[in-house]
């Protein structure tokens, strides 16, 4: 159900889940646990949001945009 719920975000390329551990006696993980990983777009294919900034001419948006980028993290 994890995987499914993250492959909703428009954001997300590909998910995949793993349960369990691996086979081998130096794995402390606990058999219960789940590994999940996701691959995100390229960040020129994310969702544009509206930062604080978005209303200052360009010039001052430039060097802003390197701290908050205009594309958006997946959150919901």
């Known amino acids: 159900m994890t995987d499914k719920r993250l492959h909703e975000f428009p954001e997300v390329e590909r998910v995949s889940g ?7 006696s130096t ?3 606990p058999l219960s646990m789940i590994e999940t ?3 995100l777009k390229p960040t020129d294919q994310w969702r544009s949001v509206k930062r604080w900034y978005s209303d ?3 010039f001052l948006q ?3 945009r390197h701290i908050w980028p205009t594309g958006s993290a997946p959150t919901r």
Request: charged share 25%; glycine share 6%.
């Open 18 to 24: 793993k349960a369990g551990r691996a086979e081998t």
């Open 27 to 29: 794995d402390p993980a």
């Open 37 to 39: 990983t996701i691959m």
């Open 56 to 58: 200052l001419p360009d």
């Open 62 to 64: 430039a060097p802003l």
